[in-house]
Nanobody, 118 residues
Framework: QVQLVESGGGLVQPGGSLRLSCAASGSIFSINAMGWYRQAPGKERELVAVIRSGGATNYADSVKGRFTISRDNARYTVYLQMNSLKLEDTAVYYC????????????WGQGTQVTVSS
């Protein structure tokens, strides 16, 4: 079984920063990509950022220049550094893992709430 454990969400004022972490564990042969998605109330889940096995990254246009995704390969952990947070960044943030395992390839974390409010 593969598990994802997220941490780092919380309440922050506009302009503030937060760092999310997502640690994967279990029977993982190799990781293809890890990423962060978010879902705001009444909206569909959307991609925030992804980092692939070779290190290539992609960001949603709305977070470019403010968010940075990184990883620790030895710990199967991905991070999302969020700076200059805006009210519209408020959402539940989900970690997603795409990996080679004995079974399925895609796994989701439980989600962590990020609230930006003054």
């Amino acid at each position: 079984q593969v598990q994802l454990v997220e941490s780092g969400g919380g309440l922050v004022q506009p302009g503030g920063s937060l760092r999310l972490s997502c640690a994967a564990s279990g029977s993982i042969f190799s990781i293809n990509a890890m990423g962060w998605y978010r879902q705001a109330p009444g909206k569909e889940r959307e991609l925030v950022a992804v980092i692939r096995s070779g290190g290539a990254t992609n960001y949603a246009d709305s977070v470019k220049g403010r968010f940075t995704i990184s990883r620790d390969n030895a710990r199967y952990t991905v991070y999302l550094q969020m700076n200059s947070l805006k009210l519209e960044d408020t959402a539940v943030y989900y970690c997603k893992l795409n990996a080679k395992t004995v079974g399925r390839s895609d796994f989701w974390g439980q989600g962590t709430q990020v609230t930006v409010s003054s």
